[in-house]
């Protein structure tokens, strides 16, 4: 134990940003809350400005880059014309860009250490009439700051989200589906501190979902399962927002994720190390030569988004992975597979496999004539079965060529899914 709280007191002195970038965030954060505060009084409309995220509740680690969020609170009568306003105002500041998503909101780049997210939300006086996630952001911040005042709880929040950040498995992004920094600040509210939240997260059976109601907002275990809706229960946690009692916090996570966050806090409570909190990159190269070790074909894709960097690329990214690894397992047993995005416009991507040598491919019915017709045309030797006509086919490719192949015939799907360039490449480039 001595030896872990040496090295978490260690992690903390790394992660606290310096009183420096504090006071380039200050800095940066009051200027711009006055020039936008001018714009909204010559608007002359009815806007409430609140500063959210991790800055606001105070759990904000260091990082290469701060995005301090800030949110425009409308009257609910502006609800049909969010968008149109929140870009009126905005309008007026440089070096803006719009963001798409569930409802669109502006970067700005204040320097090359901060950026401000503008998030234009709704103002909402109960959980249930929120049109969006983003307009409960307000009652999550009041949440945090009137519940968690000690330094301890704050600190061990901070641990919790730079060992999640190492590990790839920090944020709700879809590229991501990972844990949410508010639903982290709860985890550790309810735990009282990391270290007994991975240990309690090691120790959760395979198949069971881990069940948290802080509030106790629902009569039981039961009664969670029933009242939320099934698209909330997919996750391995769920975490009922204290704002909202038909809310999941941990929507978003993966069970992929939680797997793979699994194993890293198996392997820190094992053996701790420092390096557990050091963000944990793909080894491409121990990748591939595990894969030439088992004779698995492997190979190493650059893929590129036309899409504005951030959550929009790197959705669209992971989104053209996923269907890139369903079509290659119609032919190739695939034996891994991962993705890393850059946080800009690409991603690095590889897969390793086995060829399935001989695959059987289902045609029309038997009495659709024309389409039997096309269907010998296309395959040499067919047979038919319950009514349909199949054909046996070979799998005499490798891995690297189907996709080369597959580029060629589907650069259309390619364009509509907005990738730009699919390119093999190698460890070494």
Same mark, same amino acid.
Not at 203 to 219: C, R, T, V
């Given at each position: 134990?001595? %030896?872990?709280?040496?090295?978490?007191?260690?992690?903390?002195? *790394?992660?606290?940003? #310096?009183?420096?970038?504090?006071?380039?965030?200050?800095?940066?954060?009051? *200027?711009?809350?006055?020039?936008?505060?001018?714009?909204?009084r010559k608007s002359k409309l009815n806007?409430?400005?609140?500063?959210?995220? #991790?800055?606001? +509740?105070?759990? $904000?680690? %260091?990082?290469?880059?701060?995005?301090?969020?800030?949110? =425009?609170r409308f009257d609910q009568k502006h609800k049909k014309n969010l968008d149109g306003l929140s870009e009126k105002i905005m309008k007026k500041f440089e070096n803006v860009l719009k963001v798409h998503g569930s409802r669109d909101?502006? %970067?700005?780049g204040i320097n090359p250490k901060v950026?401000?997210?503008? /998030?234009?939300? =709704?103002?909402?006086? +109960? !959980?249930? @009439?929120?049109? @969006?996630?983003?307009? =409960?952001?307000?009652?999550? /911040?009041?949440?945090? @700051?009137?519940?968690?005042k000690s330094k301890k709880i704050f600190d061990e929040i901070r641990i919790a989200k730079a060992f999640c950040y190492a590990n790839n498995?920090?944020?709700?992004?879809?590229?991501? @589906?990972?844990? !949410?920094?508010?639903?982290?600040?709860?985890?550790?509210?309810?735990?009282? !501190?990391? &270290?007994?939240?991975?240990?309690?997260? /090691? *120790? #959760?059976?395979?198949?069971?979902?881990?069940?948290?109601?802080?509030?106790?907002?629902?009569?039981?275990?039961?009664?969670?399962?029933?009242?939320?809706?099934?698209?909330? $229960?997919? !996750?391995?946690?769920?975490?009922?927002?204290?704002?909202?009692?038909?809310?999941?916090? &941990?929507?978003?996570?993966?069970?992929?994720?939680?797997?793979?966050?699994k194993e890293s806090c198996k392997k820190f409570l094992k053996s701790p190390s420092i390096n557990s909190f050091k963000n944990q990159k793909i080894d491409f190269e121990h990748s591939k030569k595990f894969a030439e070790k088992k004779n698995y074909d492997f190979v190493l894709l650059k893929i590129k988004t036309s899409k504005a960097e951030g959550d929009v690329a790197g959705s669209k990214l992971i989104k053209f992975y996923r269907h890139l690894e369903k079509e290659i397992s119609k032919f190739f047993e695939i034996k891994e597979g991962e993705f890393e995005y850059n946080e800009k416009k690409s991603a690095e991507v590889f897969f390793s496999g086995k060829s399935k040598k001989e695959i059987l491919t289902k045609g029309p019915f038997i009495k659709d004539e024309k389409n039997v017709r096309n269907f010998k045309k296309k395959h040499k030797k067919t047979f038919?079965?319950?009514?349909?006509?199949?054909?046996?086919?070979?799998?005499?490719? #490798?891995? +690297?060529?189907?996709?080369?192949?597959?580029?060629?015939?589907?650069? /259309?799907?390619? *364009?509509?899914?907005?990738?730009?360039?699919?390119?093999i490449t190698s460890p070494s480039s």
């Amino acid at each position: 134990m001595k %030896r872990v709280d040496t090295i978490l007191k260690e992690v903390l002195e *790394k992660i606290n940003p #310096s009183k420096e970038e504090f006071t380039i965030i200050e800095i940066s954060l009051g *200027k711009f809350l006055g020039d936008i505060k001018k714009e909204i009084r010559k608007s002359k409309l009815n806007i409430d400005i609140f500063v959210g995220g #991790s800055y606001a +509740k105070n759990t $904000l680690i %260091r990082k290469n880059r701060y995005d301090i969020d800030i949110f =425009l609170r409308f009257d609910q009568k502006h609800k049909k014309n969010l968008d149109g306003l929140s870009e009126k105002i905005m309008k007026k500041f440089e070096n803006v860009l719009k963001v798409h998503g569930s409802r669109d909101y502006f %970067r700005i780049g204040i320097n090359p250490k901060v950026f401000f997210e503008i /998030v234009p939300v =709704l103002k909402v006086e +109960k !959980s249930e @009439n929120a049109d @969006n996630i983003t307009d =409960l952001s307000y009652m999550h /911040v009041r949440y945090i @700051n009137k519940k968690i005042k000690s330094k301890k709880i704050f600190d061990e929040i901070r641990i919790a989200k730079a060992f999640c950040y190492a590990n790839n498995c920090y944020g709700a992004e879809s590229y991501i @589906n990972g844990f !949410s920094g508010y639903g982290l600040e709860l985890l550790i509210y309810h735990y009282g !501190s990391f &270290l007994q939240f991975i240990k309690k997260i /090691v *120790k #959760s059976k395979k198949e069971e979902k881990i069940i948290i109601d802080i509030e106790k907002l629902h009569k039981n275990r039961q009664r969670i399962l029933i009242d939320l809706n099934a698209s909330k $229960l997919h !996750s391995p946690i769920i975490l009922i927002d204290p704002t909202y009692k038909n809310r999941n916090a &941990l929507a978003a996570l993966s069970k992929e994720t939680f797997d793979k966050f699994k194993e890293s806090c198996k392997k820190f409570l094992k053996s701790p190390s420092i390096n557990s909190f050091k963000n944990q990159k793909i080894d491409f190269e121990h990748s591939k030569k595990f894969a030439e070790k088992k004779n698995y074909d492997f190979v190493l894709l650059k893929i590129k988004t036309s899409k504005a960097e951030g959550d929009v690329a790197g959705s669209k990214l992971i989104k053209f992975y996923r269907h890139l690894e369903k079509e290659i397992s119609k032919f190739f047993e695939i034996k891994e597979g991962e993705f890393e995005y850059n946080e800009k416009k690409s991603a690095e991507v590889f897969f390793s496999g086995k060829s399935k040598k001989e695959i059987l491919t289902k045609g029309p019915f038997i009495k659709d004539e024309k389409n039997v017709r096309n269907f010998k045309k296309k395959h040499k030797k067919t047979f038919v079965r319950k009514n349909h006509i199949y054909t046996k086919e070979k799998i005499d490719f #490798s891995l +690297k060529k189907f996709i080369e192949d597959w580029e060629k015939e589907n650069k /259309v799907k390619m *364009k509509d899914m907005t990738i730009k360039r699919l390119e093999i490449t190698s460890p070494s480039s």
